[in-house]
């Protein structure tokens, strides 16, 4: 099964999830040609040794509220 790197993010129907650029995830070969087709991705050669995206981490820190 191929791995997928997000180049242009997009709402992945199937999975329930956002991909965000930058993001590498496995699908099946007949999944990889249809997110291919559309032109959201491109095929990455190996799988992520500890990406953000698949650590569940995000790219930027998240901002506190301010009281009051």
Do not use: Y
């Not at 995830?25 to 999944?31: D, G, K, L, M, P």
């Not at 087709?37 to 998240?62: D, K, L, M, N, Q």
């Amino acid at each position: 099964m191929p791995w997928l790197r997000v180049t242009r993010g997009f709402r992945d129907l199937q999975a329930g999830v956002h991909r965000r650029p930058g993001e590498v995830f496995e699908v099946s070969e007949a999944r990889a040609r249809v997110i291919l087709a559309a032109g959201v991705a491109e095929v990455a050669e190996a799988p992520p040794e500890a990406t953000p995206a698949a650590s569940g981490e995000s790219e930027r820190p998240r901002r506190r509220r301010k009281k009051g």
